[in-house]
């Protein structure tokens, strides 16, 4: 559940207690019985917004498929996905103009902790699913995560192109090992729908 939604549920069950009658007064049986009924619905809706439960009473997330039903990955916002790629969770963006199905941002930086853009590449990772960059017909995502420090950065193309190593800025960051996964492999059909 977001703090968004803990603080509408919690601001639609402090406007409920607003109205119902103040302990030093002594309500009638009356107001008593009208106010029960809203407290247990308002009850009952924070418990149901805790559980991030959709609605219908539907409690199963929706999924995204392409053409032949085969799954993309399970929705985290309406153009956003996660799907397990090597045991790691791996969340990106789908498009619907992109002819693979999922944005392409054309680039990426690769950190290292060497000045001189040798050794292990590395990838922010700021979210509880690993971020996937599509490249290309790369899905670049962080395998970890990890408190780092990079001295170089480059900047790696879609084409294949690496631009030239660059000093990195020395902020400490949450980084992971930079795993790629070709896209074709999901051997994915567009259009892409969600379904239930």
Known sequence: MSA???QK??????ETARLLPVASQEPSKPERRRALPIVLASLLLTASLAQGAPAGGSNHPFRVIDKRGKLVGYTVTENMVAREINGVWVSFYVHPTDPDGIFDSDAIYLNYLTTDCSGTAYVTHYSTFCEGTRVGPKLYYPADQ???TP?????AH???QLDA???ASNIS???GVAATVDISTFGLETPFTATQ
């Open 9 to 14: 549920a919690g601001n639609m069950v402090y």
């Open 146 to 148: 990890q408190m780092l």
């Open 158 to 160: 879609g084409n294949g």
């Open 151 to 155: 001295l170089s950065l480059r900047v």
């Open 173 to 175: 960051g949450s980084y």
């Open 4 to 6: 968004n939604q803990h």
């Open 165 to 167: 190593c660059q000093p």
